[in-house]
């Protein structure tokens, strides 16, 4: 592999350049018009432009990139998260076309993304799943569900993610408008109104463990995060491994995220996602995401290995340079996401140039980021800034280098959710441990109490 066509923008494209660079593998990236002077297009040896800035009109768009890369003399096509990443027809366009695409095969995505096909293959393999529904396609079917179920109820897109399409419903009075609400989620994001039902679990953690596997046959797990802090269904505050679980438990849930890729015989990188339900001590398989997650620095902090590294190799047919045995994990690493956004307007995006970036420094400090001053943040596309991630000895420790990470990272010209984040790593119950995946919604009327009490 020479050449790698990075079909992708902000920070992971340039961690993806990165990782290229240190295999010495040429990177060619595929812009938008308004991205043409950013950081990742200053870093690549190569940028090309595939449309306009909107979205579906560039980095959506399966053609423009298969083209770029067959134009530019690309062996592959690294899609990153997001965007086109799990979409088997761009795996499917670059087979076709001989590019070796840095992800899952189309099959495996195709299998995985389905949700109500990944829970059979789990129940079948023996992995246990949140009780629920088989496909929901209209209110008399949900109402049916939920006959036999009881409330409350989780309403999911089954063939999607990410939040759309999904709704709690507390009784059956609010079924009706959360069923049209959710269908019309789905449809709009996926393509497919296709809903199912699963039991909601209010006192639940979300835990994700990181898999890979090769050509050859091998299939390991990195150890397990602990993603339960969530606004709307999108993760903030990510850590590994999992606190406050039973060395037995976090065996049992890493276990079952290689038996889910090993049923499918996964290749490349991906990661299992479970529900941990607090108050019974059992968990349940959720989803698998076909793709590097946004958190995987985690990861890489506390074992030692880097991921897109792992990711290109395997695409280019070659071992996994590690073993299941061989595997260490040490310390406790956490990770913040740096978003543009106002935290008192709701969390409203907030695009805008950048004056002032001065991005923390210290032993155990990573910064994940694609910003620079004078850097314009557009809006067109997701509101991630940067990731800071710090190591300690301890979860702890962890913490507190946080603290001071995000005390000195100065960002001016634009608001940040900077705050916000410090505001939750100070509160005791996050300290202990004493979270779910609904806590950062309760905290954020308390905050908002503070910020008015600081100003007054």
């Known amino acids: 592999m020479r050449r790698v066509l990075v079909a992708n923008r902000g920070e992971i494209a340039v961690r993806i350049i990165k990782a290229c660079r240190a295999l010495g593998i040429e990177s060619v990236l595929a812009v938008s018009e308004i991205d043409r002077d950013s950081l990742p297009a200053r870093m690549a040896d190569r940028v090309v432009c595939i449309g306009p800035p909107r979205p579906a009109d560039s980095y959506l768009k399966i053609e423009a990139i298969v083209c770029a ?97 999904m709704k709690i419903v507390a009784d059956r009075s609010e079924l009706s408008g959360a069923f049209e609400t959710a269908s019309a989620e789905a449809r709009s994001a996926f393509g497919n109104p296709v809903l199912f039902i699963e039991r909601y679990i209010p006192n639940a953690r979300h835990i994700e463990v990181q898999v890979i596997g090769d050509h050859q046959g091998n299939t390991i797990h990195l150890g397990e995060r602990d993603c339960s802090l969530q606004r709307r269904y999108q993760k903030i505050i990510e850590e590994a491994p999992a606190p406050s679980i039973s060395n037995q438990l976090r065996e049992e849930i890493r276990a079952a995220g290689v038996a889910i890729a090993r049923a499918v015989r996964y290749e490349n990188a991906g990661t299992v996602e479970f529900i941990l339900d607090q108050d019974t001590g059992k968990f349940y398989f959720m989803e698998m995401n076909t793709r590097i997650q946004v958190e995987h620095p985690v990861t890489e902090m506390v074992t030692g290995i880097d991921l897109v590294k792992e990711q290109i190799q395997v695409a280019a047919h070659k071992p996994l340079s590690i073993s299941q045995s061989e595997l260490r994990i040490t310390g406790h690493a956490i990770e913040c996401r740096i978003n543009a956004e106002s935290v008192l307007e709701g969390f409203q995006q907030f695009p805008g140039r950048i004056t002032q970036w001065r991005p923390p420094q210290g032993p155990n400090i990573r910064v994940d980021s694609h910003c620079y001053p004078g850097y314009f943040v557009p809006p067109y596309y997701d509101s991630l800034l940067a990731k800071v991630i710090t190591l300690g000895d301890d979860r702890l420790e962890a913490i507190e280098r946080m603290q001071f990470a995000l005390g000195t990272f100065t960002i001016s010209g634009i608001d940040t959710a900077i705050p916000f984040l410090r505001f939750l790593l100070g509160d005791p119950d996050y300290v202990v441990g004493r979270v779910n995946t609904r806590w950062v919604e309760t905290m954020q009327e308390k905050f908002a109490t503070a910020q008015l009490g600081a100003k007054s």
């Open 69 to 165: 890369a067959i134009g530019t003399g690309s062996d592959a096509v690294h899609p990153g998260y997001g965007f086109l990443a799990e979409r088997p027809e761009l795996a499917e366009a670059c087979a076709a076309h001989g590019l070796a695409f840095i992800g899952p095969s189309a099959e495996n995505i195709r299998q995985m993304g389905d949700k109500l096909g990944a829970r059979k293959i789990a129940r079948d393999h023996g992995i246990p799943v949140v009780p629920g529904s088989e496909k929901v396609e209209s209110l008399g079917d949900a109402l049916a569900a939920t006959e036999e179920m009881g409330f409350p109820v989780l309403l999911k897109a089954a063939a999607g993610g990410g939040g759309r399409g």
